[in-house]
């Protein structure tokens, strides 16, 4: 047949190109494109959020650590997976649930550990604690003890962002149950109407608090409330750490790009109670389990094995890495300095006194 003037011809895919794409995982994926050293270092960073948490767990029993305390343990490969695909320019804010990101993002462990502590030598010098991770030189922007008031900082950093072209973007991470917060609609119309480069990470354990999914939201499927507003939206398996990775870099990838915010539902679940005083009467002990047995950390880990890409007793070697470098930012948490009272005026919380000033002796 005579090939007409200007037609091209459909290249057909070779059989061994076209088996390769057909027989792809994620994690084959990403290690083409990552390389093995890479996704080492992506199941050091569970690990050692793991490490870090259980360590937290046994200091607040102790008494080292004081007020509330919320774990990220079994949510470890959703932090890790998204955060992964952030450049510096990107801001993160996050809820309470807040040590994962962080230490995801890159925050020194000693200086976190040395905050959870109330020393100074912490990140906030003390003065946050466990709900309020912060580092300006992150773009770590913090947790939020107010469940969905930080979605509406997010918005606000995403328009700087766009206003002053800086190519950024902004994730931020909330719970299931801040999608029934006013502040939640808000920020979704707000960052859909102005195209806001808005990644909105929610982590679906299935429980808010202590109350499981049906029966606090109307929609079981939270991704499905990005549809009001007209919103790209995703639900993707959040235990699954190559496949947060892959999918959010997506959702990144849309947002930079000028095209507006997108919604992403990362189905995940927390071994731990919601805090550390929660005596989780509301789950049973054989649902807990169950969910155990799909724990993130050791699935990569043998994922990491079987592939070839390290062997058990370099991960061996690794995790005792990571449980010398926990145990030394306990060390250097218990070796630090407690505030002194200047931090009362000079961290601009309280203005500093009148030198001069006099106190009517009859007001006292």
């Not at 300006?136 to 002053?164: E, P, R």
């Amino acid at each position: 047949m005579q090939k007409r003037r200007g037609a091209t011809q459909a290249k057909v895919p070779a059989a061994n190109s076209l088996r390769s794409i057909m027989t792809s995982t994620p994690f084959s994926r990403a290690r083409d494109h990552l390389g093995d050293a890479q996704l080492v270092e992506l199941y050091r960073q569970m690990m050692l959020i793991r490490r870090f948490e259980e360590k937290c767990q046994e200091m607040y029993t102790r008494a080292k650590i004081g007020g509330f305390l919320h774990l990220y343990v079994g949510e470890e490969a959703t932090g890790v997976g998204a955060i992964s695909n952030l450049q510096p320019q990107d801001h993160i804010f996050t809820h309470y649930r807040d040590h994962g990101h962080a230490i995801a993002r890159g925050l020194n462990i000693n200086e976190l550990m040395a905050e959870l502590f109330g020393k100074d030598t912490g990140t906030s010098h003390g003065m946050g604690g466990s709900m309020h991770f912060a580092d300006i030189t992150k773009n770590f922007w913090g947790g939020y003890a107010i469940v969905g008031s930080h979605l509406l900082l997010a918005d606000g950093v995403a328009l700087a962002c766009q206003m002053q072209k800086t190519n950024g973007v902004v994730m931020v991470f909330f719970g299931d149950g801040a999608t029934n917060g006013g502040e939640f609609y808000e920020s979704l119309n707000f960052a859909q109407l102005w195209k806001l480069p808005v990644v909105f990470v929610c982590e679906n354990n299935l429980y808010a608090m202590g109350t499981p999914i049906e029966v606090h939201s109307s929609v079981k499927e939270i991704y499905r409330k990005a549809s009001a507003f007209d919103m790209k939206a995703m639900r993707i398996d959040g235990n699954d750490l190559l496949t947060v990775r892959e999918q959010v870099a997506e959702a990144v990838e849309y947002a930079r790009s000028g095209q507006g915010p997108v919604l992403v539902e990362a189905m995940t679940y927390r071994f731990r109670g919601h805090s550390a005083q929660d005596t989780q009467k509301y789950r049973s002990k054989e649902d807990v389990e169950q969910h155990r047995s799909n724990d993130p950390v050791l699935i990569f880990r043998k994922e990491l094995i079987d592939a070839g890409v390290s062997s058990a007793a370099d991960i061996d070697a690794l995790d005792a890495t990571i449980d010398e470098q926990v145990e030394a930012a306990v060390r250097f948490a218990d070796e630090s300095d407690v505030p002194g009272n200047e931090w009362l005026t000079d961290s601009g919380i309280y203005a500093a006194p009148l030198a001069t000033a006099t106190v009517d002796p009859d007001l006292v």
